[in-house]
């Protein structure tokens, strides 16, 4: 079960009650017998870890289309080319 924090609109004294969801809100203070409410906080959020870009979480689908574009070299001469060119000299 949860624990919720009240405070009252009359004197603010703030207190504790640990009720399951469907229980209603406690209405009156139990110092002063004034209205109180339910105080709500925010949640802080801590991120651990890789996975927070859309780079970190996505694999893709064809890496080859994802490398970048080399430049146009001339291919290389195999050796055979290489050595048929100095033979024939």
Not at 27 to 42: F, Y
């Amino acid at each position: 079960m949860p624990i919720y924090e009240y405070e009252c609109g009359d004197c603010q004294f703030h207190f504790e009650r640990k009720q399951s969801f469907d229980d209603e809100p406690i209405t009156m203070c139990p110092q002063c017998r004034g209205k109180s409410r339910r105080v709500i906080h925010s949640t802080p959020v801590i991120f651990k870890g890789s996975g927070f870009y859309i780079t970190d979480s996505r694999k893709h689908s064809h890496p080859e289309e994802h490398k970048k574009p080399e430049e146009h070299k001339k291919p290389e001469k195999s050796k055979e080319e290489k050595s048929g060119k100095e033979k024939a000299k």
